[in-house]
């Protein structure tokens, strides 16, 4: 009995085993391996057409041969397509089993009546293949419909996602590196001003992806041309000007090769691509901010307007004619919140090249100690290596700053939460937690009784406590680092003056504790007191950029120790680096303001929905409770053409609508950080704003009412 059961599934196991197995290559490197042997010997002869092309491939920085990329599409859409056909063959013969074809309409139409009687001949042919109610003719076309339909569906989706991925992360890359490219331009022109060796940008520019994104990749694969395949650097230059996805860069390491091999001047080349690319960057930033104003009008219309008219149209239709709460819950709890992340992703994706992250190096990471090493240097191994003694000397070390860093929160824990504060998290979560514990677990286990407008309550006042605590620790050190970048550019200034007048900068950093830096002072006499205890200044320096960990900071960190590494003599490379945080200030002010509008604009559309669905709640239904009341006999509001709703009914429909109302207020909130200040941590204060309005003006409402 139990084979007869399991025997017809067997097809349908084998495909998807088959299916996932090929998936597996994604994250499995020793499956993708095999896949692509398999894909290599089925597949793999040289593609005539070049769809998508090669120079795609190597504009995304897709690391597979063209031929290879080709050969595993066509073998994922080939897999795709059987195990789709597989899959569509069980979901008809499920529909044949569920709806027998009888229940779903009449014969065929009189045209078709010869077709009736052949298919009537067929069947009693194959009397013995059929489905459910179905003859066999009747089975085999919706058997093979399914099949078919499945099959070349994932087939053409699969190939179809296959050749538009490439050209999706080359766009990608392209908008990366133009919006970077005048930072990046800054960087370059600046170590050359110090004095640097044009390879050593390179590879300086190359080893800090984190903080100038794809340009940073671009620049590694130059290194790489000339450090491995031994190119010379303008023939290297040149070969990247052909495969770097970006006009503006083609045209920069064009020019740059031609500098090159013509002997004039660089610093004087870069020093005019800078400035013009510096005032590029105010059109970048226009074109920014135009996409996130476009982004901000579309979010009100689909997601706010949008969302509120269907919820709204499936409640009145529920309520009045059949029931729509299954449609109602998915568009609260499943479109809702998918649209409003899909939107975040978006805006995450364009608002990507205004962050800036410092990477930690691979000499940074092979650093037992865990401490910053400079980035152009290698750690002196005069010894050999690190004796088994030396590594448990440093476990100890570990251990030892662990324990440490736990005294420090203990002894000064708001210091240390305004340091980062996602601590703040570590305990709001477990108090919210535990007074939801508190107050939801020992009713449900005493009476057995447990009310979801009861649990709407304390889940909302536990989340407000959540998002409020952590919303108020990132404010003031979002503050408090602000006032820091301010002072930014004045003390490099003060730096490179007397780094012009002669003084190293060591000593700079001891003189310029005697200035007045506002904000800065702290951090000044933290440098030099790492400085007087031993540290190199680089690593002074790389400190104070992870306290700090600002885009600004990082970039001005990266820049000095790279400059230091070629030359003590960094005073023009200091002005340049404060005249860059300077326009980054500038630019950010100007961002705030104008993304402030639309801000306001999400604010008012969260407004608009809130009204309406509290007037729906507080107004439109009871007095459909008062009319359903007040119908004495079933049919009592049959002559107006509407149903008789129950009130457990009506109840459903008021906590979806309440809960639509509380997922709306959230997630607005964090979209409106990520649009306003560029940073979903900013939106944080927003959704917490919002989520205790919604929740006190539905309980006024409902006090009121």
């Known amino acids: 009995m139990a084979e007869l059961l399991v025997t017809p599934f067997l097809p349908l196991a084998a495909a998807l085993v088959v299916g996932g197995l090929v998936a597996l290559g994604a994250v499995s490197g020793r499956v993708h391996r095999v896949t692509g042997r398999l894909a290599a010997a089925l597949f793999g002869e040289e593609p005539t057409g070049r769809d998508p092309p090669s120079r795609v491939l190597e504009q995304a920085h897709i690391a597979v041969p063209y031929r290879i990329y080709v050969a595993r599409t066509r073998l994922l859409a080939t897999v795709t397509g059987v195990v789709g056909a597989v899959v569509g063959v069980y979901l008809g013969a499920g529909v044949l089993v569920l709806a027998p074809l009888e229940e779903l309409g009449g014969g065929l139409p009189e045209p078709l009546a010869p077709l009736g009687r052949l298919a009537d001949r067929v069947d009693q042919a194959a009397a013995g293949f059929a489905v459910g109610g179905a003859s066999p003719v009747e089975t085999f076309l919706v058997l093979a419909v399914g099949g078919l339909l499945f099959g070349a569906v994932g087939s053409t989706a699969v190939y179809g996602l296959r050749r538009w991925l490439p050209r999706r992360r080359a766009a990608r890359r392209e908008r990366d590196i133009e919006a970077n490219m005048a930072r990046t331009v800054a960087f370059v022109y600046a170590l050359s001003r110090g004095g640097s060796s044009f390879p050593g940008v390179l590879r300086a520019l190359s080893r800090n992806e984190g903080v100038f994104g794809e340009a940073a990749n671009e620049a590694g694969v130059a290194v790489r041309n000339v450090d491995l395949f031994g190119r010379d650097i303008v023939a290297s230059l040149r070969h990247l000007a052909d495969r770097t996805p970006s006009e503006e860069f083609r045209t920069f390491a064009e020019n740059l090769s031609s500098v090159l091999q013509s002997g004039r001047a660089l610093p004087e080349f870069l020093r005019g691509q800078y400035e013009r690319y510096r005032e590029q960057l105010e059109d970048q930033q226009e074109e920014i901010l135009e996409e996130m104003?476009?982004?901000?009008?579309?979010?009100?219309?689909?997601?706010?307007?949008?969302?509120?008219?269907?919820?709204?149209?499936?409640?009145?239709?529920?309520?009045?004619?059949?029931?729509?709460?299954?449609?109602?819950?998915?568009?609260?709890?499943?479109?809702?919140?998918?649209?409003?992340?899909?939107?975040?992703?978006?805006?995450?994706?364009?608002?990507?090249?205004?962050?800036?992250?410092?990477?930690?190096?691979?000499d940074e990471r092979a650093d037992p100690v865990g401490g910053s090493v400079h980035a152009g240097a290698a750690p002196a191994r005069t010894d050999g290596g690190l004796s088994a003694g030396s590594l448990a000397n440093y476990e100890r070390l570990r251990a030892y700053r662990r324990v440490s860093a736990l005294r420090g929160l203990l002894r000064q824990p708001l210091t240390a939460v305004l340091r980062r504060p996602v601590r703040v998290l570590y305990v709001a979560v477990p108090l919210a937690a535990g007074y939801l514990a508190f107050t939801l677990v020992p009713p449900y286990l005493l009476f057995g009784e447990f009310s979801?407008?009861?649990?709407?309550?304390?889940?909302?006042?536990?989340?407000?406590?959540?998002?409020?605590?952590?919303?108020?620790?990132?404010?003031?050190?979002?503050?408090?680092?602000?006032?820091?970048?301010?002072?930014?550019?004045?003390?490099?200034?003060?730096?490179?003056?007397?780094?012009?007048?002669?003084?190293?900068?060591?000593?700079?950093?001891?003189?310029?504790?005697d200035s007045d830096l506002g904000a800065m002072n702290d951090e000044v006499e933290r440098i030099w007191r790492d400085v007087s205890w031993g540290a190199t200044v680089e690593r002074a320096l790389d400190r104070f950029e992870r306290r700090v960990r600002t885009p600004a900071v990082t970039r001005v960190v990266t820049l000095v120790n790279n400059a230091m590494a070629a030359s003590n003599d960094i005073g023009p490379v200091l002005r340049i680096a404060a005249e860059q945080a300077r326009t980054d200030r500038r630019f950010k002010r100007k961002r705030s303001q104008e993304m402030f509008t639309y801000l306001v604009a999400i604010y008012v559309a969260f407004v608009v929905f809130l009204v309406v669905i509290a007037a729906i709640d507080a107004f439109f239904i009871p007095r459909l409770l008062e009319a359903s009341g007040s119908a004495t006999t079933p049919g009592a509001l049959a002559s107006t053409g509407l149903s008789t709703p129950s009130p457990a009914a009506i109840e459903q429909y008021r906590i979806t609508f309440f809960h639509a109302a509380l997922i709306q207020a959230v997630l607005s909130g964090l979209v409106g950080g990520q649009m306003g200040e560029g940073s979903v941590r900013d939106g944080v204060k927003h959704a917490t704003a919002m989520l205790v309005i919604t929740y006190v003006a539905f309980e006024l409402l409902r006090a009121l009412v």
Do not use: C, Q, W
Not at 312 to 341: E, F, H, K, Q
Not at 465 to 471: D, H, I, Q, W
């Open 293 to 362: 104003a476009t982004v901000a009008e579309a979010y009100v219309t689909v997601v706010v307007a949008g969302m509120l008219f269907l919820i709204t149209v499936l409640l009145v239709i529920g309520l009045t004619t059949s029931d729509t709460l299954p449609p109602m819950r998915a568009a609260t709890y499943l479109v809702l919140p998918l649209l409003n992340l899909a939107f975040l992703a978006y805006l995450s994706d364009v608002t990507s090249p205004l962050r800036a992250r410092r990477e930690r190096t691979a």
């Open 452 to 513: 979801v407008t009861t649990a709407d309550d304390y889940v909302v006042l536990a989340l407000a406590f959540v998002l409020g605590s952590y919303a108020v620790v990132y404010e003031l050190a979002k503050r408090r680092l602000e006032r820091r970048e301010d002072a930014l550019p004045e003390m490099l200034d003060r730096l490179a003056s007397l780094n012009e007048a002669g003084v190293t900068v060591v000593s700079s950093l001891d003189r310029l504790r």
